[in-house]
């Protein structure tokens, strides 16, 4: 079935987020307890991709009021722990205690671009800059600061951890967070392929030769 085409009225800036968040007790202080959970595997997804200089997007990222004039895409993709085996949620990511499928954001180029922790400027090429936020990192409290430049087919990873302890409002016992990233800048695009659902995932692998922002801090 040939797939609908879609032609951008400028070229759209594509960036991959490869997300790997793993929350977690006492019972897991020892980081050989968490080894599985934090190493990297292929990934299932839906997202969209790029191949061959082709751009595949989903169908449903026209929902979003910002595609049709948007300059920045991201493509974003979870890193499933072998424990998370429900098929109804596979393609699902974690927001605030609930669940709810997100894929894509689209953002203009002349605004700043927030996509969970991080937020993504357009100075004269794109910039990788850290929003620090206490319920999403936790303590100790980080500043603010640009992390990188995105330059393309040169992918960064940021390890970022906290703690965060509700005990003083709802009794609840401290909570861990540890998370890995992985940001590729793809290229800019005239126009993508839409997928139309139902449609398979595919399967991604991290890039290797990435460099390291390493944010971790000593919790205990």
Not at 72 to 80: M, Q, R
Not at 124 to 137: A, K, M, P, R, T
Not at 147 to 173: A, H, W, Y
Request: hydrophobic share 35%; proline share 5%; with cysteine.
């Amino acid at each position: 079935m040939k797939l609908q085409e879609i032609i951008f009225k400028k070229p759209v800036k594509i960036v991959q987020i490869f997300r790997n968040i793993n929350v977690y007790g006492k019972a897991k202080k020892s980081f050989d307890d968490r080894r599985d959970e934090m190493t990297w595997r292929d990934i299932p997804s839906k997202s969209g991709y790029v191949t061959d200089n082709e751009l595949y997007l989903p169908e449903k990222i026209l929902d979003n009021a910002d595609f049709k004039r948007c300059g920045l895409i991201t493509i974003e993709d979870d890193n499933l722990s072998p424990t998370f085996s429900s098929p109804d949620l596979r393609f699902t990511t974690v927001i605030k205690g609930g669940f709810e499928t997100i894929y894509n954001h689209c953002f203009h180029l002349n605004q700043r671009a927030k996509v969970g922790i991080f937020e993504i400027r357009n100075n004269d090429g794109l910039e990788l800059f850290l929003q620090y936020d206490y319920y999403e990192i936790g303590i100790p409290e980080r500043e603010n600061f640009k992390l990188c430049d995105l330059k393309q087919n040169s992918p960064v990873e940021i390890k970022i951890n906290g703690k965060t302890d509700f005990s003083m409002s709802s009794g609840r016992e401290r909570v861990f967070k540890e998370q890995y990233y992985i940001c590729e800048y793809l290229g800019d695009f005239e126009k993508c392929n839409l997928l139309r659902e139902p449609y398979a995932p595919i399967i991604k692998q991290v890039p290797h030769n990435r460099k390291v922002a390493d944010l971790l801090k000593p919790l205990w």
